[in-house]
């Protein structure tokens, strides 16, 4: 399988614990991004790389939040001192790039996280 | 701000029977936009796209046309399958052509029965 992978799948948490999770997006793209969603809506941008480098960060993305992509391939995102309200599907989207002919974002099927 | 609002769901149709799901926008720029569709179980993939005002996008006997004066990028089918049935989602990207940093509509649960 050649797609955006994420892993884990699934993940439960208690609240107040750190939690990491990572996309490794298909192999030749070098554009990554996190999405946040939630039940009965739609994907909320969370934050964007070209490469190593982050270059957009959403609002949404609290002080809480860290990504990285370190050496332009796979990204782990990170959510410390984890609250009930982060409970959602994350999700990773890879692209091309570099002409608007390359712009389509591929998704993973997600990391579904519930902190109790 | 940018914002996508999608027709409410969820939808049930019969097989073969005429889709339209609505979709309006409001966006800073000149936006491109999209219909991103889930399958139980997947990830979301791409429909149809289109970038520039009366453009349509058109797949799998999907089209939406970009309505620049109504602000609107409407999808229909005329006939719908049983593997028709998903969520679909409208989303707009204002960053030309790109799908970068996409905002999305809520989603539009589709039932197609047999």
């Known amino acids: 399988d050649t797609g955006v992978s994420q892993d884990p799948r699934h993940k439960i948490t208690k609240r107040g614990q750190n939690v990491t999770f990572r996309c490794d997006p298909i192999s030749e793209h070098n554009r990554l991004y996190w999405y946040r969603q939630t039940l009965g809506q739609g994907p909320e941008f969370l934050t964007y790389f070209q490469n190593e480098a982050q270059l957009e960060k959403s609002r949404l993305l609290s002080d809480r939040f860290s990504a990285e992509r370190p050496k332009g391939s796979f990204s782990t995102l990170e959510i410390q001192r984890t609250e009930q309200g982060d409970s959602a599907m994350y999700l990773c989207a890879s692209s091309l790039g570099g002409t608007p002919m390359n712009t389509e974002a591929f998704f993973g099927q997600g990391t579904r996280l519930t902190v109790v | ?114």
């Open chain 2, 1 to 114: 701000g940018n914002s996508v609002t999608q027709m409410e769901g969820p939808v049930t149709l019969s097989e073969e029977a005429f889709l339209t799901i609505n979709c309006t926008y409001t966006a800073t720029g000149y936006p491109s936009l999209f219909w991103y569709v889930q399958y139980p179980g997947e990830g979301l993939q791409l429909l149809l796209k289109a970038t520039k005002a009366d453009d349509k996008g058109s797949n799998k006997g999907f089209e939406a046309t970009y309505r620049k004066e109504t602000t609107s990028f409407h999808l229909e089918k005329g006939s719908v399958q049983v593997s028709d049935s998903a969520v679909y989602f409208c989303a707009l990207s204002v960053h030309q052509g790109s799908a970068r940093q996409l905002t999305f509509g809520s989603g539009t649960q589709l039932t197609v029965l047999p």
